[in-house]
């Protein structure tokens, strides 16, 4: 298993890290949460993680410092250490140019959303372990075949996308290893699986804002977003509108 830290001074975004990410199902396992810099340095000492998930804006050391402080430890100039990814609220460019030199894996807006930390967490164990289809072992009991598995995983999704999808789960359901059942299933549909959850939410999301009435915020809870910000988000970077412009547009067209 890979370590993990996590650094987040908001102690409900904490919890998030703990209770909504499978870990486990990509090879990774979360070692060690901090709220601020000081203790994540000290936590880096002791636990060695391999890769970082470190908010910006922290009392004290903020991420940046964290950052260059956690590349000067480990192999200083080199860019070696922990894979390194950047969570923030605020989409301001002079934090991205700031971490460039220290060469972050990626740089994530929050609100945070499952199904995005798990696709980044498959990518990440892709490029490590590049599983091949023997891999299957490893799931244990018997490999349906890459087509038969790929239909399986649409058709459980098609019936379950309201609720968490855990990759883990579809893996043993079809059993393939979860990295390999992603690339797989990316091979097959051209989108990976938190994609494909997303656009059959957002395509349901689309019809109870035409044909109810029902508050923004409990279409989002119905459709398996915790955080209506977060739906707001999703459904605007797929339609180009908010879920309220949407229902107005509709309304008045």
Not at 2 to 7: D, E, S, Y
Not at 64 to 87: A, C, F, Q, T, Y
Not at 154 to 177: C, D, M, W
Request: aromatic content about 8%.
């Amino acid at each position: 298993m890979r370590k993990v830290l996590v650094v987040d001074d908001e102690p409900y975004m904490l919890e998030g890290w703990k209770t909504m990410i499978d870990w486990n199902a990509y090879g990774f396992e979360l070692c060690a949460a901090a709220s601020n810099g000081e203790e994540a340095l000290k936590l880096a000492d002791t636990t060695q993680p391999d890769l970082v998930f470190t908010d910006i804006r922290m009392p004290g050391i903020d991420g940046i410092d964290l950052i260059r402080k956690l590349r000067e430890k480990r192999h200083p100039g080199s860019g070696g250490g922990p894979k390194i990814v950047i969570m923030s609220g605020y989409p301001v460019f002079d934090y991205v140019r700031r971490a460039m030199p220290y060469k972050i894996e990626r740089y994530m807006l929050k609100p945070l959303i499952p199904e995005e930390i798990h696709g980044l967490l498959s990518e990440l164990a892709a490029s490590r372990e590049a599983p091949g289809a023997d891999a299957a072992a490893d799931a244990g009991g018997t490999a349906e075949p890459p087509g038969g598995a790929v239909g399986r995983v649409i058709e459980y999704v098609k019936e379950h996308y309201r609720e968490t999808i855990r990759i883990s789960r579809l893996a043993r359901l079809v059993g393939h290893h979860p990295v390999y059942l992603g690339q797989l299933f990316k091979q097959k549909t051209g989108y990976s699986i938190p994609e494909y959850v997303h656009r059959l939410r957002i395509a349901e999301a689309r019809k109870l804002l035409r044909r109810t009435n029902h508050k923004i915020a409990y279409i989002a809870q119905q459709l398996g977003y915790h955080d209506p910000d977060a739906f707001t988000g999703k459904f605007k970077a797929m339609v180009g509108v908010t879920p309220s412009e949407y229902r107005s547009g509709v309304r008045e067209g």
